[in-house]
């Protein structure tokens, strides 16, 4: 009965591993069209000033809206995009909406930033048909600082010449750099010291653990504490209660992300919450 079992077992499992391989090649197919016909929208998350309440950044995050399948998270596709080297351009394409929304945001808030998340393989590309960064900001008469890169910890790690030659590239023209998802890989704000690191973004892990007490607080409190005397602010992810808003606050916590806030919102619904939080920052002035 045991073999039995363990036929059948196997059996389920090679079936539902082809099934996921198939289902990688059809996404694969339609990145292509989707690259083509630019299915892609940037969602955008705002990261709120915890002492004053004020929205001045956000993070894209990309969308693609399937003609079928309808919207399709990026926990779905990147990682395909990344094996299959499109990565590239959908990056330049997410950069370019970026620039063009920050652009006009910073007509009503001049200090806005929007960031956006440049997966490993973008650094590493030895591409040189892609999107020169610098010269669009250039031609769009943008300051480097309206946008910040965020990087997980690993592209650090294994940092090659290129990926920090590039990260270096970026920094002169006065783009900003964020550490993405940060305590769950294994680096330490030391090593990430010796770069010139602007945001550290507590990964959500650390910040759903929060009350009074636990370690997670504990953890939280030092990494602020760290980061703030190595010149580098703080961003705490997936805030999603007033409960861990108040700790990171009290803890000298300089900015929040997460469902307490806001979800990623499309530009619109930005737009309205945006106006109502310079309202609502004017009264408190
Ligand atoms: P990330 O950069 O760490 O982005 C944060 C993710 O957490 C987003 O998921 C966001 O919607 C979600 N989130 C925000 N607040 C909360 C909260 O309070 N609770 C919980 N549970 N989740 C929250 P999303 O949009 O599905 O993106 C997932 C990941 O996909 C991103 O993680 C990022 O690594 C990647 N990604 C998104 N857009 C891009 C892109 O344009 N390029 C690249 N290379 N990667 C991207
Ligand atoms: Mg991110
Ligand atoms: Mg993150
Ligand atoms: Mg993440």
């Known amino acids: 009965a045991a073999k039995e079992l363990g036929r059948n077992c196997f059996h389920f499992f090679t079936s539902s591993m082809q099934q996921a391989s198939v289902e990688r090649m059809r996404i694969a197919a339609d990145l292509h069209t989707a690259i083509e016909e630019?299915?892609?929208?940037?969602?955008?998350?705002?990261?709120?000033?915890?002492?004053?309440?004020?929205i001045h950044k956000a993070e894209g995050l990309i969308r693609w809206h399937h003609p079928t399948r309808g919207m399709v998270s990026p926990v779905e596709f990147i990682g395909i995009a990344e094996?299959?080297?499109?990565?590239?351009?959908?990056?330049?394409?997410?950069?370019?909406?970026?620039?063009?929304?920050?652009?006009?945001?910073?007509?009503?808030?001049?200090?806005?930033?929007?960031?956006?998340?440049?997966?490993?393989?973008?650094?590493?590309?030895?591409?040189?048909?892609?999107?020169?960064?610098?010269?669009?900001?250039?031609?769009?008469?943008?300051?480097?600082?309206?946008?910040?890169?965020?990087?997980?910890?690993?592209?650090?790690?294994?940092?090659?010449?290129?990926?920090?030659?590039?990260?270096?590239q970026l920094r002169n023209a006065g783009v900003q750099i964020a550490i993405d998802d940060f305590g769950t890989g294994y680096s330490s704000l030391a090593y990430i010291n010796k770069f010139d690191i602007n945001f550290v973004k507590i990964d959500q892990s650390f910040t759903r653990g929060l009350k009074p007490g636990a370690s997670d607080l504990a953890l939280c409190e030092a990494i602020i504490v760290m980061s703030h005397k190595l010149g580098m602010k703080v961003i705490a992810e997936g805030v999603e209660t007033q409960l861990q808003h108040d700790l990171l606050a009290?803890?000298?916590?300089?900015?929040?992300?997460?469902?307490?806030?806001?979800?990623?919102?499309?530009?619109?619904?930005?737009?309205?919450?945006?106006?109502?939080?310079?309202?609502?920052?004017?009264?408190?002035v």
């Open 38 to 54: 630019d299915q892609f929208e940037l969602f955008y998350q705002p990261i709120v000033d915890m002492a004053s309440g004020r």
């Open 83 to 168: 094996d299959k080297g499109l990565i590239v351009d959908i990056g330049d394409r997410v950069f370019i909406k970026a620039t063009d929304q920050v652009q006009r945001w910073r007509q009503l808030l001049p200090d806005f930033q929007i960031s956006i998340n440049k997966s490993p393989i973008q650094l590493k590309t030895n591409r040189t048909n892609h999107v020169d960064w610098i010269d669009h900001l250039r031609a769009l008469g943008l300051p480097g600082d309206a946008i910040v890169v965020e990087i997980t910890e690993g592209v650090l790690l294994d940092a090659q010449n290129r990926v920090t030659t590039r990260l270096e």
């Open 250 to 284: 009290e803890a000298g916590c300089d900015y929040g992300q997460g469902y307490f806030y806001s979800k990623p919102l499309a530009v619109d619904d930005f737009d309205r919450l945006l106006e109502a939080n310079r309202r609502s920052a004017a009264i408190k």
